[in-house]
């Protein structure tokens, strides 16, 4: 499979090209790092097969990727993204985008905030494959959307937390690692993107608080009873 850099579809996010939006042309900015959307494609390749969702639309670099490899693969599979500021703050950017990539088919969109879109797809007993975590970074909301992820998957399902290094992003990230050890495996992105440096770069990297991305794999189903002690973090 080649690179998602060769993807005529990601030309804009690789050479930072404007995107047409509602207003216009746009240069796109927030999008995931290169390294970022490496792993996703990684990891898009390594899980079950499945629909895939993500939290945080934006310009649609990560939704554009995923898209495209579902329409790859071939089957119904299809990457739901969750944001309820795609028109009134990004001007239909990543709408616009996937349409003219002909991959508009593959996205759903969910025009809510995360804590009410995933709450709805709970109920409607929805599964992901891979949940990519890079909506509002504070505390409570990322801590809301791993709750619901957690509920949205089945084991060998991977969860990505974007920013990783961001205080309120690493709070979540250190209670998983401390309170869910025997539910969550932890992945290196280095053993991905820098293979041969990955045994220093990752716990020198996670020493000082500066991994982008943090990745969990689900081994077994969440059964914690509501007594469970805390683990601090
Ligand atoms: C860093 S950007 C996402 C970048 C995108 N994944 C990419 O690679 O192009 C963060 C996005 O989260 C969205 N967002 C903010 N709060 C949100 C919430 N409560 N629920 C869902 N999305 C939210 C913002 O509108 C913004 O589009």
Request: aromatic fraction near 10%; charged fraction near 20%.
């Amino acid at each position: 499979m080649q690179s998602w850099r060769q993807l005529p579809e990601m030309k804009p996010f690789v050479e930072m090209t404007p995107l047409e939006t509602d207003e216009g042309p746009s240069t796109p900015h927030s999008c995931s790092t290169f390294n970022n959307l490496t792993v996703l494609q990684h990891l898009f390749n390594t899980s079950p097969v499945g629909d895939t969702l993500e939290i945080g639309l934006a310009f649609g670099a990560s939704a554009t990727l995923l898209c495209k490899l579902h329409a790859l693969r071939g089957d119904n599979t299809r990457h739901h993204a969750i944001d309820p500021y795609q028109i009134s703050q990004w001007k239909s950017a990543a709408l616009k985008h996937l349409l003219s990539c002909e991959l508009s088919e593959r996205l759903v969109w969910h025009e809510k905030p995360s804590f009410a879109a995933m709450a709805g797809l709970v109920q409607a007993e929805a599964r992901f494959s891979l949940i990519y975590i890079d909506g509002s970074h504070l505390f409570e909301h990322v801590m809301s959307d791993f709750m619901l992820a957690d509920l949205l998957t089945e084991p060998g399902a991977v969860l990505a937390f974007d920013d990783s290094s961001c205080d309120h992003v690493a709070k979540v990230v250190c209670f998983i690692r401390q309170n869910f050890k025997e539910e969550y495996a932890e992945e290196s992105p280095y053993a991905i993107t820098a293979p041969s440096a990955a045994w220093w770069k990752g716990p020198l990297a996670r020493a000082l608080g500066k991994q982008q991305l943090t990745i969990f794999r689900k081994l077994r189903a969440s059964k914690r009873a509501w007594g469970t002690p805390l683990t601090n973090f």
